[in-house]
């Protein structure tokens, strides 16, 4: 007999079916038993009678794992509003301990470390799997609408001698035969190079910062959303882009994370356009509203993206808002200045929910203007020959933006710590399980 889902039982009325799954709630009630079986579809209840069938449940807990054979009848008090009267039960799996945490129970109530300490398991709970099924739906929709916009897809080395920003700093060094390298802290470099090649490239893999922190906003390894576009007329060709990304994301987890949504109370937001204002004039409206003293700082605290995300809110009616023009000396060294106030650059970030979600920028694209760059700021190009060389050889006007699918994550669902987007989190304290 093949596999019926449990989401599929309901459809199944007066029918026969077979169905495998975890007990994720067992009552027993004398000479009866209600089962509530998992599977990756959802839940569905079974009710288990006869003594042979009960003699095989009877030490059973619940995530032991079953194959049940039963006759569907309508129940509207199950979950789906149909149940299974089971007449064969086989026992898959057994579980022989205590579950370290309870999953069963609406909310698991447990702190970070044990949440972490016993991801394996955490993981199976119904509030878990969903933060990382609407997850695995961002990234979707992401992957989608770079393909549908004529984007070619990329991977690129994780592994690499020098860092696309610093040459080294806040990089985890690693051995690498007889010489020094260090895991990747963004493809940056690689996907400008593509973007010589395709024109349009956009990539999903791991990143890799060695950032000593230990905060809510925070991890070591994260997954990096990064695309690069080339023949922009201007920077605003990168925000125009990123307004129908946003536009595409609500759209795809309105159509298919709602279920999940809704078992997390988390509010998925309406598209609105995204309003863009400067650093200065962000700063401007948090000393007039907030009364912070922040005008002429290079950045924003992590307050301060909370306010003007809540101003951005009450006034435009969206919890997303580009900030632009940030600092030259707060930028990274291909960041293309803005020629009519060469003290800022042609950059941006997305800020949504209180959360920078996204950064991004129009780049050098002349080999001269590097050079001159790096000269200004003392650095040496050693380590960078292979990706100036690019630019001796022809690049188009280009640029791009990177977003941290957990951040993203997070903000969507509003949870309190970006980890909890993670399934198996890195930061400066955890390097397990």
Known sequence: MKRTLSSQVPKSIGKEVLVEGWIHK???????????????????????????????????????VVKIIGNVVKEDRAPGGAEIHVTTVEVLSPVKEDLPVEINKKDLNVNLDTLFDWRPITLRAPKQRAIFKVQAEILSAWRDFFKENDFTEINTPKIVEAGAETGGAEMFEIKYFKKKAFLAQSPQLYKEIMAGVFERVFETAYAYRAEPHSTSRHINEYLSLDMEMGFIDSWMD????????????????????????????????????????????AQEILEKEYGEKCVGEPDLEPRHEKQICEYSN????????????????????????????????????????GLEVTTGSQRIHRYEDHLEKMRKRGMSTKGFEDYLN?????????????????????RFLELDNVKEASLFPRDMNRLRP
């Not at 509530?36 to 619940?62: C, M, N, P």
């Open 390 to 410: 690019v630019f001796k050889y022809g690049m188009p006007p280009h640029g791009g933006f990177c977003q941290g699918l957990e951040r993203l994550t997070a």
């Open 314 to 353: 009450k006034k435009w009616g969206t919890e997303f808002i580009f900030i632009t023009h940030y600092p030259s000396k707060k930028r990274p060294f291909y960041t293309m200045d803005d020629p009519e106030s060469p003290e800022e650059t042609l950059s941006f970030d997305l800020l949504f929910r």
């Open 238 to 281: 990168l925000i125009n882009i990123h307004q129908e990304l946003i536009k595409f994301i609500l759209e795809s987890l309105k159509k298919n994370a709602k279920a999940e949504f809704e078992l997390l109370g988390a509010t998925l937001p309406e598209y609105v356009k995204i309003p863009v204002i400067k650093l200065r004039e």
């Open 26 to 64: 067992i009552r027993k009630l004398g000479g009866i038993n209600f089962l509530v079986i998992r599977d990756r579809s959802g839940l569905v209840q079974a009710i288990v009678g006869g003594e042979e069938a009960i003699e095989k449940l009877k030490d059973l807990t619940t995530e032991t």
